[in-house]
């Protein structure tokens, strides 16, 4: 029987969690093999790359890193004439606000990763794959050095990986801090040597042209580990978990305004935001009602929870749905108009200043612009710069007006996605808590210089003009 130090809640499924907090474990790899572990990689050797793929694809795995794109399908993607080297690249920057599973695997089961990812370089046909790992993850990177070193010394890695005739490298590399370096393109970028600046797609789709021009597969710590219980388990098995087209489990790490934060693994579409808020983090701090929650990592666009949502079904059919009866799905969150993102769930209650939120979002995203494209460099430093002064008391309602503005500029006008995750939560927060924001302003602000220098300025031109 498996223990934890921290049990799992009743409505957990674990699956990629099943070691976090498990009482005896470790991470050396004689724990892990005593569990079973690398079998699955056995198994994997002893299939045809496609039929891997091909259960990837029946299990319906969805990329757990924020877009939710299907696994499989990605994999599939690699021009079938390619004569140049394929590469894989496990995404561990986790630079999300409001997002901490990744670290978790790493630093409690980084076997379970690399026998994900040395499974899914034989189905790809990459003979080199990279860990790249944010910077404010040491820990992390010396765990996974020395796992690395572990499994070659047990031949699951290197040269002839269990005398299958399959050779793979498994390389740490360790980023420079950058949230930009979480987009794919971005993040080889900075792992050829350069400067992050995400590359335009089209033609710069990664599984085509990726690292060194090179066919790529790039996929999150996550999904990765995903692949190993898929083998186990089979596609068909493993899509029985969760629902149609949202399948498997994913891990929700919930943050906030909540009795319980942390992490928990859930079955996909099978628990809905009222049975997540409050079974399972037991509900808002006393004296207190949620008013808000961001559900997958700071740029997916926040709901209200006292909203009411109408959303097509794929007959047509239009329904009405409270925020609380939300399914955590990828496809019901979108339809609310939102996303899943990342599965970081921040919650706010009444105690929160919307300003405040706003104005913590903005400084991040204006500081994490890597200044490629001139309306997001340009576009979320004014709206930092304005969201400072609704905070600072010093707004005239017309200011609201003009930060909407400037987020629809930056909104779908910029090389990556990084555009859209600096200008959706403004958006969004304008949208849902206008009223809140205006009432924080005050019209006779409209008069007053914006800063010190336009006072100076207002001062010189004064004293000229007399």
């Not at 400037?406 to 909104?411: F, L």
Request: hydrophobic share 35%; aromatic share 8%.
């Amino acid at each position: 029987m498996i223990t934890y130090s921290k049990p799992p809640h009743p409505r957990e499924h674990r699956l990629i969690f099943k070691n976090v907090d498990r009482q005896g474990w470790d991470t050396s790899i004689d724990c892990y093999l005593q569990d079973g572990g690398y079998e699955d990689l056995k198994k994997a050797l002893g299939m045809e790359p496609k039929d891997i793929t091909g259960e990837v694809k029946k299990s319906g795995l969805r990329g757990r890193g924020g877009a939710g794109f299907p696994t499989g399908m990605k994999w599939t993607f690699i021009p079938p004439n390619n004569t140049k080297p394929v590469y894989l690249i496990c995404n561990c920057d986790e630079s999300e606000p409001g997002t901490f599973k990744d670290r978790y695997i790493v630093h409690q089961d980084p076997h379970q990763l690399i026998e994900g990812m040395v499974i899914s370089c034989f189905a790809v046909g990459a003979k080199i794959a990279y860990i790249y790992v944010r910077e404010e993850f040491p820990q992390a990177a010396e765990i996974l050095e020395k796992a690395i070193e572990d499994a070659r010394e047990k031949n699951f890695v290197g040269k002839n990986v269990q005398g299958s005739g399959f050779d793979v490298e498994i390389y740490v590399h360790r980023g420079a801090g950058a949230y930009i370096c979480g987009e794919e393109t971005g993040l080889i970028e900075s792992l050829e040597g350069k400067r992050p600046y995400p590359r335009i797609k089209p033609p710069y789709f990664p599984a085509a042209l990726g690292l060194y021009m090179c066919p790529t597969i790039v996929n999150n710590v996550e999904s990765l580990c995903h692949v190993k219980h898929i083998i186990r388990m089979g596609g068909d098995e493993y899509a029985k978990l969760g629902v149609p087209r949202n399948t498997g489990t994913r891990i929700i790490g919930v943050s906030g305004d909540v009795k319980k934060p942390g992490y928990f693994e859930i079955e996909v579409g099978k628990l809905t935001m009222r049975e997540l808020l409050y079974e399972l983090c037991g509900g808002p701090k006393d004296g207190r009602e949620f008013k808000a929650v961001i559900p997958g990592g700071s740029s997916s666009k926040i709901l209200r929870c006292d909203e009411t949502f109408k959303i097509k079904g794929p007959d047509g059919s239009e329904r009405s749905l409270d925020f609380m009866d939300i399914p955590l799905d990828f496809d019901t969150l979108a339809a609310c108009g939102s996303m899943a993102g990342s599965g970081g769930v921040i919650v706010m209650d009444d105690s929160r200043k919307m300003s405040w939120v706003l104005n913590n979002l903005n400084s991040f995203y204006a500081h994490e612009s890597c200044g490629q494209c001139t309306p997001c460099r340009e576009g979320s430093m004014w709206m930092k710069k304005i969201s400072d002064r609704i905070v600072d008391g010093d707004a005239s309602p017309e200011d609201v007006e003009t930060l909407e503005s400037v987020a629809y500029q930056i909104d779908g006008k910029t090389v990556c996605a990084f555009g859209e995750a600096s200008s959706w939560p403004v958006e969004a927060i304008i949208a849902k808590f206008r009223e809140e924001l205006v009432a924080e302003t005050d019209p006779k602000n409209a008069e007053k210089p914006h800063n010190a220098e336009s006072a100076a300025q207002r001062k010189f031109l004064a004293g000229e003009s007399a």
